[in-house]
């Protein structure tokens, strides 16, 4: 299985700031994955990220509020623009298709944000 | 589209007892179907995996999990829990055929009791 760091672990922000979560592979993987969790919630994808190419966002979620870098195959960053105490919640990224198709997803620990 | 249903929020069970976590799912086309389990602040962890093949599949910890197409469900067994599996239980469906997203079901809280 893959190792997956994410960074911050957690954090405290004003409204109207940004907020920027890097999510760092020990292995390349083609496919990373970004999900919320609100709080007392289960997990919503955000968005698709495949190097190379545009991330692709679920319904729901635009560009401009959580652009996303996939610069190269260990990393991914999200961004949580113009922030709102409604976008307080855990933030994880996933990943699958490190060597063998097994078809699984294995999530990082997650970073916790409150936005006051 | 896929969905899930996860029949309880909360279940509680005494240390040593056996414990069954309900999933049902929705899906017109082939889908995987999975079971991670959550423990206070930390990220999910993969604990079972149906992709085809054998209905019954097991998992780590002692779980395991059976795969009825005819009833669309994914139910997640243990035959004896101890304190430690107190967790959050999310049962999630992706479509076959690659790393597709994960849809997951709202959770099921497990509470084991000394």
């Known amino acids: 299985s893959a190792v997956i760091s994410q960074k911050p672990s957690r954090d405290i922000c004003q409204r109207g700031t940004s907020l920027t979560i890097q999510c760092q592979v020990d292995?390349?993987?083609?496919?990373m994955f970004w999900y919320r969790q609100q709080p007392g919630q289960s997990l919503t994808l955000i968005a698709t990220a495949n190097q190379g190419s545009e991330a692709t966002y679920e319904s729901g979620f635009v560009i401009d509020k959580f652009p996303i870098s996939r610069p190269n195959l260990t990393f991914s960053t999200l961004t949580v623009s113009n922030m709102s105490p409604e976008d307080s919640s855990i933030y994880l990224c996933?990943?699958?298709?490190?060597?063998?198709?097994?078809?699984?997803?294995?999530f990082g620990p997650g970073t916790r944000l409150t936005v006051t | 589209a896929q969905s899930v249903t996860q029949l309880d929020s909360q279940v509680p069970v005494f240390e040593e007892a056996p414990v069954e976590l309900r999933c049902n799912y929705s899906?017109?086309?082939?889908?995987?179907l999975f079971w991670y389990v959550q423990y206070p602040n930390q990220g999910l962890q993969l604990l079972l995996k149906y992709l085809s093949g054998s209905t019954l599949v097991k998992g780590i910890n002692g779980f395991e999990a059976e795969f009825n197409k005819s009833q669309t469900s994914f139910h997640l067994r243990k035959p004896s829990v101890h304190i430690s599996d107190t967790a959050e239980y999310f049962c999630a469906v992706s479509l076959s055929g690659g790393y597709n997203k994960l849809i997951f079901g709202a959770g099921t809280r497990l509470a084991v009791h000394p």
């Open positions: 899906s017109s086309v082939s889908v995987y």
């Open positions: 996933s990943v699958g298709g490190s060597g063998r198709a097994t078809y699984e997803q294995y």
């Open positions: 292995s390349q993987v083609t496919m």
